[in-house]
């Protein structure tokens, strides 16, 4: 290992890093701008400077960006002669010039990375006169924010947007000293991954507009550490409260998952914790069909009674529920009345990614896609299903540069010359759909395929693998067997599929395919990305009763956990639903099953309740809840063991606050219970205590605060009544305490509520937390995958479909969207307008037979609603395919016949495209 | 069975791009088969343009930035960085006034002052008839014979405040 | 076999055709060596000639180009290898490139084909100020009279060397000067200058090998080829070798620009080519090669113009072309007028220039205004300080632009006292 001098002192450094990475990694405070550990350098800021002597003789020494430097053994440095922190001090004077010091109104102020530098070089005096230069702003769209005057030109914003997020519609414009980052005019930034311009930039150009609604300094935000609930890839997130609104969420680094990014589903979709839509108490169906409001006692009290006087009580879970809520409800309806949740569909895909995932299949984490040197997705829409996948599948195909960039004796992290050397050389990536792929531009083939000839073409290739080239190579169409060359000839092939399309097929096509390559090539890997952020976890709980099979049985009662069943099943099958003679629904946000409910429990949402998820990659991981739910709002976990218990007399908050101060260590937190007897239950998920330490865990004998520390002066919340805060809440449930007292620098990774370190305000204050620049958790990596195994699964059969048999007739395909088809996310009022109008797409052969042209609309009457889509001709969609977006509002489509599908005569578009994708039941009583 | 895609098969009516000649549009093109890729040709294309209709409005650069298969921020990135690309109107032939250092040492200042007030406008300002349009511009490589400046494609050098006036009459 | 082998052709009237060019002995070395000669001794003559570059650097060429990976090497790859000649020509005070490209244009194309050849290039460009119009008419003419004498293009002189050579015509902008800022402009991107390394030798344009010269350094080409390198080392009339365009503008009698032996001292081509100073005006100081570099003052008049002895009194030989201070000019205003112009063409990249060249700029436009404060002149010598030095900065840029400040401080502290002490410019009442 390479050693630096630095300073006279030695320090350890890694060869193929560079200085910046090396100090940061021994924990040096070094300032830095346009660096970022995912972006590599670029030396444009200057902020990293120090001097570097040539020898031992050398006592002068050359200013150089650390950034820019590659670790050489015996390199001498030094950070604090003076020529080099006077370097660094001019570099923040001469930044600070046209800086409009406007920090008590930005929203950066507090966990700004320039007054972290700032303070850390030590300018303080202006010493400036001339005037400033100033900027018009832009309209950015519902999520960003945008004051140009504090920029300090880092091109950090651009380097994420457009190199790393593949986006064009931001840029750098101008030069000298009047550069302006924006787009060409105001606009919305269309990147799904623009969010992450609120933590790349350094100051507060782009900022949250959703933090903004419910401005809170840094130092007033209670948070802890969640998961986000958008998709199933699980990243971790830190989410933000105050006053009982949820605040903001931001990235909370983990190594294997989503690194130092989100995307804008996660970011921003959490907003659905403030929505109007919100259930805020219990509530029973009265005659007319309104809700009359309940107490919850009363309202536990009929549940009760439902089940005691019923036949059957049935219980239908939710792969968007965490572990602990299912558990509950199948304590309480007996294992044999319990269902997951997911239609028989959705199980039997979970359960192909479940037994891939417990074989000796290689399953990549998404941080080692970024490893893969060619790549074949087959029917997923990474970018809209599961976007982070998408993001690592953008770094991934940079593998070629990056072997290029090896052979010219370049560092992978001299970005910008990675780039000038590589140009448009990218790693084969190709992409098999039935309709344009967001990942399409960087793809080095784009198939355009219907979901069958999906599954006949990977049936091809796996056959040309399996035969070898000399057998059935005839047989094999020339784009299988140059598919098959390019993943047998690949150092490591990886193929990507997931349950985007719905089609059990693909999946298992996609499973004989690796099965197949990974006999050629034993470095091949696969990576199924499943459906919601519990898919997996519900899979592996209990997979054997679908909702179909257990809704047949004719219940008396059932029970429904956050599930809306309608978007899940259609509305034929949500007629059964309202058969029942007694519907108890737990949700948090209003939709159509909540509206047929007899008893209607408030439940309390990600950010106010405990629980365990299962991502796509078999990884348990442990949300922790924010703040606590306000009113009669409770944790579903809570809802339903406490139906369970004897005892009628509480109320979760009450239960909370009633507790005795100090937490004694016989106290059992009810969610430590169930997850007891998830791990003795359940012999896969025996490990999943092991993902948070539990209630008891004490850091230098207290609780972990969910607040920064005291010395930060956090604003009185009511001090217009009284400075003296009330006395905090107990949490009894988890390790967390509402309170800023405690110690939260060691908290093990799953416990940290925020990143700070001294110096560090911002959210750049990670490295401190992390073995070395872009490394492993100082605590550990949170989180436990719980499968693996080494035998293989057996190839699946699938009747072989011949070219013949592919149908030749129109079909629906529903697309995911990012915004709006996950109908959590989509109540977040700041989502609505970034929400498609539905429509229907499909290329001019097609649109011909159905007899319609670009910009018509079509119309079809459901028994209880009428669809209508504008028609959008796309010769990239694959021949027959009518792909629609999956939305609330399309709910249905897929049980219509095409041809059911009517013109409309003089259509005009959607009446009102901006929409809200808001469901308000009547709960006006 | 299988469609290989490219962006050019998807259904565009863009209005922007017939907003461009045929004449502009084989020239761009003949610059783009001399490059590797289509985007290299963004500052000829610009410059093309600018040469038929004297600057690039912003309709135009949406046209070349669709003909380049390019997004109006990546080429408008471009097009502000130089000086030459004239991103608002200007008069019919451009005076770039040399204010470097050698023209500046042999009373440039001065004779500039004579050219903004024949024209009757500042730096960056075009005259009322619509003329000519002032503009600074980095040493015109005509130090010996300083102070220079080009009027349209013509150069004119060992300006006085008298000679100005003649050539801008 | 011409003393002044650059120039010989040039007779300030007539541009010279092809006929006139090979009339003279132009393209002879082409023909001798391209497809005879091995390119690796052609490098050989070439470092042995001790050619420097004349863009401003001075870096020896033969050096440069040896390292252009050979082809069929690792970090070769695959694909095209590209000459540039770099004929941007902005900086200020410079005008020796223009003559060559006006009068005698074959003789850069010879100098290209012949470099093209030596490092296995197959596409060049010849990237030219857009203000050169009458240069680049004479360049595309004479581009196409080689092409059609098999000079360009396939098969060169029927060898199996193959090279297509293009006119680029810039659209502003001095930094794309800067070579890798210029490969940038070349590629239609925004002209930002890359880092180095990797240098353009190993990835340059569209990350391909590439050289970029001067436009006089590839002119020096043909005739090192023709006559050798010991004949272009005897030119010199000391280390340095072979003769070099230098030029004086400013207020000396004939202000012009002359083919003289590297060497020649300054004193001799102020007083016998230029003529002295002109009528009425003494000499204050000057800049001996462009804009940036560090002012030089009359006790300087005698240092041979080679690239060290310049160095040694604290300035750079730059392009050679000088701009005299005379006494009546204000040496303030002189570098505030140098100091604007390098605040606007910075590309807004890095930090201390983007800033620093526009906060300087701001202090000496006060300064001139007569709004200087003496904390000014600390704060001038700070910044300074943090713009000046190579390796503060990205480019080269910034540390140029500071050196006319940074020496101006040192030799005319009085002048920026007395712009402070009189709240304004002492040159403006009287004198011009
Ligand atoms: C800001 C800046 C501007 C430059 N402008 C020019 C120029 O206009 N012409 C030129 O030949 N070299 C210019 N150079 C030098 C080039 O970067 C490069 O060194 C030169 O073209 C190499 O040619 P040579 O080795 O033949 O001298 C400039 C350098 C800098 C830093
Ligand atoms: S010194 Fe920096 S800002 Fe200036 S021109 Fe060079 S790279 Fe651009
Ligand atoms: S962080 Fe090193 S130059 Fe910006």
New interface residues.
């Given amino acids: 290992m390479p050693v630096l001098i630095v300073d006279g002192k030695e320090l350890p450094g890694k060869a193929g890093t560079n200085v910046l990475e090396a100090l940061l990694s021994a924990g040096v405070d070094m300032p830095y701008f346009c660096w970022h550990p995912a972006m590599g350098s670029v030396g444009a800021c200057r902020q990293c400077a120090l001097l570097q002597y040539a020898n031992d003789e050398d006592s002068h020494g050359k200013i150089v960006m650390s950034c820019m430097t590659p670790v050489t053994d015996g390199a001498r440095f030094s950070v604090s002669a003076d020529r080099a922190s006077g370097f660094r001090r001019a570099v923040i004077e001469n930044l600070m010039l046209n800086h409009p010091h406007d920090c008590p109104v930005c929203e950066e102020g507090g966990e700004c990375h320039l007054q972290d530098m700032t303070v850390m070089v030590g300018h303080r005096d202006r010493r400036y006169q001339g005037r400033k230069t100033t900027f018009k702003n832009q309209y950015l769209g519902p999520f960003i924010g945008h004051e140009m005057n504090r920029c300090i030109t880092c091109y950090r914003c651009v380097r994420f947007y457009q190199d790393y997020a593949g986006g064009n519609d931001l840029n750098a414009f101008g030069s000298r000293d009047r550069i302006f980052f924006g787009r060409a005019e105001s606009g919305v930034l269309e990147n799904e991954f623009a969010g992450n311009l609120v933590e790349v930039c350094p100051t507060g150009v782009f900022t949250d507009k959703t933090l903004a609604k419910n401005y809170t300094r840094k130092w007033d935000l209670q948070s802890s550490p969640t998961i986000c609930q958008g998709c199933s890839i699980g990243c971790n997130t830190y989410t933000s409260e105050r006053y009982g609104q949820l605040c903001r969420v931001h990235n909370r680094y983990h190594q294997d998952i989503n690194g130092y990014f989100l995307c804008d589903r996660g970011r921003f979709g959490a907003q659905h914790v403030n929505s109007p839509a919100r259930i805020p108490q219990p509530g029973i169906r009265n005659e007319e069909g309104k809700y009359d409001p309940l107490s919850l006692d009363d309202a536990k009290a009929k549940v009760r009674d439902f089940i005691q006087h019923s036949s059957r009580t049935i219980g239908i879970g939710s792969p968007r529920a965490s572990l602990e809520a299912n558990q509950a409800l199948r304590q309480l309806v007996g294992a044999g009345n319990y269902s997951n949740g997911m239609s028989r569909n959705e199980q039997v895909m979970h359960q192909i990614i479940l037994d891939v995932l417990a074989s000796g299949m290689k399953t990549p984490t998404l941080a080692e896609v970024a490893e893969f040197d060619a790549i074949l997705v087959l029917g997923e829409d990474a970018t809209n299903h599961a976007p982070l996948l998408a993001l690592s599948i953008r770094q991934a195909v940079r593998n070629r540069s990056k072997e290029m960039a090896g052979d010219t004796d370049i560092a992978e992290w001299h970005d910008a010359a990675v780039r000038e050397l590589a140009q448009d050389a990218l790693s084969p990536l190709v992409i098999a759909t039935p309709m344009p792929d967001r990942l399409d531009d960087v793809a080095s083939q784009s198939l355009r395929l219907a979901p069958e000839e999906i599954v006949a073409l990977s049936t091809e290739v796996s056959m040309y693998l399996s035969a070898g080239s000399e057998s059935t190579a005839s047989q094999a169409s020339s784009v299988a067997q140059g598919l098959a060359e390019l993943l047998r000839d690949a150092r490591r092939p990886l193929i990507v599929s997931g349950t985007s399309l719905g089609d059990i097929n693909i999946m298992r096509a996609t499973v004989n395919l690796s099965l197949a390559l990974q006999a050629v090539n034993p470095e091949a890997g696969i990576l199924l990305a499943a459906d919601e952020c519990n898919s997996v976890g519900m899979a592996m709980l209990d997979n054997r009763l679908s909702v179909e099979e257990l809704v047949d049985r004719t219940p008396e009662t059932m029970i429904v956990l956050e599930n809306d069943l309608e978007s899940r099943l259609g509305a034929e099958f949500a007629k059964k639903m309202s058969a029942v003679r007694h519907l108890v629904v737990l949700d948090y946000l209003d939709n159509a099953t909540v509206s047929v409910a007899n008893i209607l429990l408030p439940a309390a949402s990600f950010a106010e309740a405990e629980g365990t998820f299962i991502n796509f990659e078999g990884r348990a991981q442990r949300n922790l809840a924010v703040f606590l739910p306000q009113g009669s709002i409770a944790p579903s976990y809570y809802l339903l063991s406490t139906l369970n218990d004897d005892c009628l007399n509480d109320s979760f908050n009450d239960s909370l606050n009633n507790s005795t101060e100090s937490v004694s260590s016989s106290h059992q937190a009810r969610v430590q219970t169930i997850i007891e007897s998830i791990r003795d239950e359940f012999s896969p998920l025996k490990r999943i205590d092991e993902c948070a330490p539990d209630a008891d865990f004490l850091v230098l004998g207290s609780k972990i605060p969910r607040m920064t520390h005291r010395a930060s002066g956090r604003t009185a919340m009511q001090a217009e009544v009284s400075v003296h805060e009330p006395k905090q809440p107990v949490d009894t449930e988890s390790a967390l305490a509402f309170t800023m007292e405690g110690n939260q620098q060691q908290a093990p990774a799953s416990l940290r509520s925020y990143v700070w370190s001294p110096g560090w305000n911002s959210n750049q204050s990670i490295y401190k937390f992390q073995t070395e620049v872009g490394g492993a958790d100082t605590m550990g990596n949170p989180g436990v995958r719980l499968l693996q195994g080494d035998a293989m699964p057996a190839p699946f059969t699938i009747a072989p479909t011949t070219a013949a048999q592919i149908s030749t007739g129109p079909r629906f395909v529903a697309q995911h969207h990012i915004f709006g088809s996950d109908p959590v996310s989509s109540q977040a009022q700041e989502l609505s307008t970034r929400i498609p109008t539905p429509y229907v797409r499909m290329n001019t052969e097609t649109a011909t037979t159905l007899g319609v042209s670009g910009g018509d609309g079509l119309a079809c009457q459901l028994p209880h609603k009428r669809i209508e889509l504008s028609v959008i001709l796309d010769d990239d969609v694959a021949a027959h395919c009518l792909v629609y977006p999956k939305l609330v509002q399309t709910i249905g489509l897929a049980d219509v016949a095409p041809g059911d599908l009517q013109r409309i005569a003089g259509w005009q578009g959607p009446k009102d495209p901006l929409k809200p994708n808001l469901i308000l039941t009547d709960r006006t009583g | 069975?299988?469609?290989?895609?490219s962006?050019t098969?998807?259904?565009v009516t863009d209005k922007f791009v017939t907003l461009l000649s045929d004449a502009e549009v084989s020239q761009i093109e003949a610059e783009i088969l001399?490059?590797?890729?289509r985007?290299?040709?963004?500052?000829?294309a610009?410059?093309i343009v600018q040469e038929h209709r004297g600057w690039v409005s912003?309709e135009s650069?949406v046209a070349v930035a669709t003909l380049l298969n390019?997004?109006?921020?990546?080429l408008?990135?471009?097009a502000?960085?130089?000086?030459?690309?004239y991103r608002k109107p200007v008069g019919e032939k451009v005076v770039?006034f040399c204010?470097?250092?050698?023209c500046?040492?042999?009373?440039g200042d001065?004779v500039c002052k004579r050219v903004q007030a024949t024209l009757g406008v500042a730096y960056g300002e075009t005259t009322a008839d619509g003329k000519y349009t002032l503009l600074p511009?980095?040493?015109?490589?005509?130090?010996?014979?300083?102070p220079a400046m080009?009027v349209g494609?013509e150069?004119h050098h060992d300006l006085t405040p008298e000679s100005v006036e003649e050539i801008l009459k | 076999m011409s003393d002044l082998p650059l120039t010989k052709n040039i007779n300030g009237k007539t541009p010279t055709d092809l006929t006139q060019y090979e009339a003279t002995g132009g393209y002879v070395a082409t023909r001798q060596a391209v497809g005879a000669m091995d390119p690796d001794a052609l490098l050989e003559i070439i470092k042995d000639s001790n050619l420097r570059g004349r863009g401003g650097a001075g870096f020896p060429t033969g050096m440069k180009w040896s390292f252009v990976p050979k082809p069929g090497s690792r970090a070769a790859g695959e694909g095209h290898r590209y000459l540039v000649a770099n004929a941007d020509e902005m900086e200020p005070g410079t005008f020796k490139d223009r003559l060559l490209m006006e009068q005698d244009p074959h003789q850069l194309i010879e100098g290209m084909i012949l470099a093209a050849y030596t490092i296995s290039a197959d596409i060049g460009y010849i990237f030219i100020r857009h203000e050169y119009h009458v240069a680049i008419a004479r360049l595309r003419e004479a581009l196409a009279a080689a092409e059609a004498s098999n000079y360009l293009g396939a098969h060169i002189c029927g060898s199996d060397f193959s090279f297509r050579l293009h006119v680029h015509v810039s659209a502003g902008r001095y930094i794309c000067g800067e070579e890798t800022a210029l490969l940038n402009a070349l590629e239609g991107k925004r002209a930002i200058p890359r880092a180095k390394p990797p240098f353009p030798q190993v990835s340059g344009l569209w990350g391909r090998p590439t050289i970029v010269n001067n436009v006089e350094t590839l002119c020096n080409i043909p005739h090192i080829v023709a006559h050798g390198a010991d004949w272009f080392r005897s030119l010199g009339r000391g280390k340095d070798s072979g003769t070099k365009l230098f030029g004086a503008s400013g207020r000396v009698a004939r202000p012009g620009c002359w083919e003289l032996p590297m060497g020649t001292p300054i004193r001799e081509i102020l007083e016998e080519q230029a003529g002295g100073m002109a009528a009425g005006y003494q000499l204050k100081g000057f800049l001996p090669g462009g804009a940036s570099t560090d002012f030089l003052l009359p006790e300087h008049l005698d240092l041979p113009m080679d690239y060290e002895p310049v160095m040694q009194a604290g300035s750079r030989m730059g392009t050679g072309t000088m701009i005299i201070l005379d006494d009546r000019s204000c040496p303030l205003g002189m570098i505030a007028n140098l100091e604007k112009f390098f605040a606007r063409e910075s590309c807004g990249f890095c930090t201390p220039c983007r800033e620093g060249l526009a906060w300087v700029q701001q202090i000496l436009d006060s300064m001139e205004a007569g709004a200087g404060r003496p904390e000014d002149l600390r704060l001038l010598e700070d910044q300074a300080e943090f713009i000046g030095a190579i390796g503060n900065t990205h480019c080269a840029h910034a540390p140029g632009a500071i050196e006319p400040l940074a020496s101006g401080l040192k030799y005319f502290a009085d002048d920026f006292k007395a712009h402070i002490d009189g709240k304004g410019c002492p040159y403006k009442q009287g004198a011009n």
């Fill in positions: 069975m299988s469609q290989t895609h962006p098969n998807t259904i001399l490059l590797p890729d985007r290299s040709a963004a500052i000829d610009l410059k912003d650069l390019m997004s109006s921020e990546e408008d990135g471009i502000t960085f130089y000086n030459l690309i770039l204010d470097s250092v050698s500046w040492l042999m009373g001065d511009v980095t040493c015109l490589g005509d130090c010996d014979h300083a080009m494609d150069l």
